[in-house]
């Protein structure tokens, strides 16, 4: 009869359990998670993860907070309680379930929350910049690759889907993403000039025009390459418009375009704008799909011939 090792009688379980003791150690210090107040900032850490998904969720309600953090429900309330007191967030009775209420931040509370989401943005992006293109991917991965072992997922394939990082554009990247843009629909749509013409008036309008507090370019790298990218610029009258939403390939599959319009969603909602627009083709399945799943809804289309091509345009909106 074959006999099995328990963890608890493992000869090596007390160093496997010292070894993540002292990577909790470090990674707590490195960001710093016991200071008195997180970056800075008034907030206490879990002050600050609670201001997090409010900002970036869609009206969520204590009770899914509570789950996602795995949080106890009285401190929470009484949290909310002090954020509701300082005109930091707004609370709406849901429709559904007269005992639920809706957050969102007043605009109090996305002036408070904008300077320490772009503090905790400047810090990770410093820590990455100490190291290489080569082993940021390496770091990305092996987070991954923790994060899916202890959720249950097998290692295998937690990895994957961590094997990319977004990060700020770098000179060169601009023209990238009008050149992927025109050999990309070329090859895929047979969309011809002045396809790539419309492109490189975009991104020139949003370099040009670059407002640093209201507009985000993110790059979706992985070993060191371009994979992915969006833009999101200011379109007037509070409202932000996504523009050229791209991921190569050969790196469709892992999340990749989802996670690029989250990013600018939850920073539109930091910004305060009251609505996301965007523009796209009804070939474009993938991404229409990104659109409806992240809450867009379909406003209008027309018919029209261009490009080489007839296609159907089509207007997306999300209110925020």
Known sequence: MAMTTSLATAPDNEQQIAAVRRFNRYYTRQIGVLRKTFLDSPYSLGEARVLYEIASRRAPTASKIARTLDLDAGYLSRLLRNFEKHGLIHRQTSPKDGRQSHLTLTARGQKSFMPLDARSQRATAAMLAKLSLKDRAQLIAAMGAIEGLLDGAPA????????????EPRPGDFGWIVKRN???????YGWVAPFEGVCAQIVADFVNKYDAARERCWIAESDGENVGAVMLANDGDGVARLRLLLVEPKARGLGIGARLVDEAIRFARGAGYRKITLWTHSVLTAARHIYQKAGFMLTRSEKHQSWGQPVVSEHWDLEL
């Not at 025109?182 to 895929?188: M, S, T, W």
């Open 156 to 167: 295998a394939a937690a990895e994957p889907q961590r094997s990319y990082i977004l990060r």
């Open 182 to 188: 025109a050999e990309l629909y070329a090859q895929d």
